[in-house]
């Protein structure tokens, strides 16, 4: 057996969803490490507060649950040079998509037991950190608005419900957008640190963790019409494709209005206009199946 020490920071609102094939994992896991210590949140912020009290000495540090864990423990952590391990079980497990990590137990067992090790690029905002994605505009409406309680029971679809809320209720914004000298234009904008957005859909296909560059994707046409459009085309896989839509790569840039606009970062809102987007200087240290 393994004598590794190993800490898991676990959500149990996203594990009761995936209550069996999380079970099985924890089973295979104290099989295969003796040094095994689970640490339950018990609400929103509370994954900052234990990754922020976690001891230097961890050889291993197992996420359960979904993007908004892993933000909440990426921005606890001081240990820069730990080793992560996802175990996927939140609603879209965007990050955890982007590793590539295994949904069936036995083969994410195998990942975080043999994955290769990975130092790996994150966002920032406002210098807080985000890890995969993070949105203006139409989806970080859709973030802040959706129903926990309709999350908790439906999952993704519930976000296809206050989707379809929010075209029909849809208002136009108007987002400022500085790179450098130049000046943009959006009614949205999702700024991509891998290429996979809200599951497996993808907007910016270059992007990816291993490269350190932030790319921005802006929405150009403004109406409810064009809204319903953006929300078809990113389903069929054709954003990328799309004239009105410019995606820039970018080691940082600034939305400065307008002032109030709620920013989502990683499926949970994290910050609000104005702001400054950067691609963090420091790396942290992955659990990939690449």
Do not use: W
Request: hydrophobic share 40%; proline share 4%.
């Amino acid at each position: 057996m393994n004598t590794k020490i190993v800490k898991m920071i676990y959500n149990p609102v996203a594990g009761q969803r995936h209550h069996r094939r999380f079970s099985k994992i924890v089973k295979l896991l104290k099989a295969n490490f003796k040094k095994l210590e689970i640490l339950e949140t018990n609400g929103k912020g509370h994954a900052i507060a234990l990754a922020q009290g976690l001891e230097k000495n961890i050889d291993l540090l197992l996420i359960a649950g979904g993007d908004g864990t892993i933000n909440e423990v990426l921005n606890g952590i001081n240990n820069k040079k730990i080793v992560i391990g996802i175990i996927p079980i939140g609603t879209a497990n965007v990050f955890a998509n982007e590793l590539g990590m295994p949904k069936n137990p036995n083969h994410l067992i195998t990942t975080l037991m043999q994955g290769k090790i990975e130092q790996l690029s994150i966002g920032n905002v406002n210098n807080k950190k985000f890890i995969q994605m993070a949105g203006l505009g139409f989806d970080a409406h859709v973030v802040r608005d959706v129903s926990k309680s309709l999350k908790n029971k439906i999952g993704k679809l519930a976000y296809v419900y206050e989707s379809v809320r929010e075209i029909i209720r849809h208002k136009k914004v108007k987002y400022e957008v500085s790179v450098g000298k130049k000046k943009y234009q959006a009614s949205s904008i999702i700024i991509a640190n891998g290429h996979y957005y809200g599951g497996k859909f993808i907007c910016a296909p270059e992007a990816s963790p291993k490269d350190p560059f932030l790319h921005i994707c802006l929405f150009q046409h403004f109406g409810r019409l064009n809204c319903l459009k953006y929300s078809l085309a990113l389903i069929l896989g054709l954003i990328p494709k799309l004239k009105s839509v410019k995606i820039i790569k970018v080691k940082n840039f600034k939305v400065a209005n307008p002032q109030g606009e709620p920013i989502q970062a990683d499926g949970d809102i994290l910050e609000s206009l104005p702001a400054i987007f950067s691609i963090s200087k420091n790396k942290f240290n992955f659990l990939t199946a690449y």
